[in-house]
């Protein structure tokens, strides 16, 4: 998955205009206009498209963990310059407070079963031996029951 269309599929999901998704950025400490935004959200067949690099995604995923958690004491968060699946995946765990039972679940509503030994090695540290990288199936599973739980009205739990 590119990070174009991590940043579509939640956008989508959570339904989140021009003006929140700026407001997201800025809460990470780095502003990005309407314009960009608009580059990024383009589909991937559309030549205007902007690719959104590992450190643009890290700053909105920062600036949303800000938006649904609060603002924590001390300096900002700083964006990684290199993002995996792994690392998406924790911190849109970390913004939406899921517990492992909650993402088994929502990965059941996509179809796709994973052991909570498997979910929890992929928020582990890289070196550590039970450490495993979490796979762009993965990902797309977990982004589509999102999808269900937060967007899809006859089977969305939280609203």
């Not at 970390?94 to 079963?113: C, P, Q, T």
């Not at 890289?126 to 269900?148: A, E, T």
Request: charged share 30%; with cysteine; glycine share 6%.
């Amino acid at each position: 998955m590119n990070n174009n269309d991590i940043l579509r599929r939640l956008r989508y999901t959570f339904d989140f205009s021009d003006s929140k998704m700026m407001e997201i950025f800025d809460l990470a400490g780095h502003p990005a206009t309407r314009a960009e935004i608009s580059d990024w959200l383009k589909k991937d067949d559309n030549p205007a498209q902007q690719r959104l690099e590992d450190k643009q995604l890290a700053i909105f995923l920062n600036g949303w963990i800000t938006d649904k958690r609060g603002k924590k004491d001390g300096p900002l968060p700083k964006p990684e310059e290199k993002l995996n699946n792994n690392i998406i995946f924790r911190k849109i765990k970390i913004a939406l407070n899921l517990k492992d039972d909650e993402i088994i679940g929502i990965l059941d509503l996509a179809e796709f079963r994973i052991s909570k030994h498997e979910i929890s090695a992929f928020f582990r540290k890289p070196g550590q031996s039970q450490y495993r990288p979490c796979q762009n199936q993965v990902m797309r599973n977990f982004l589509h029951g999102l999808q269900i739980v937060y967007r899809d009205e006859e089977l969305g739990i939280r609203n």
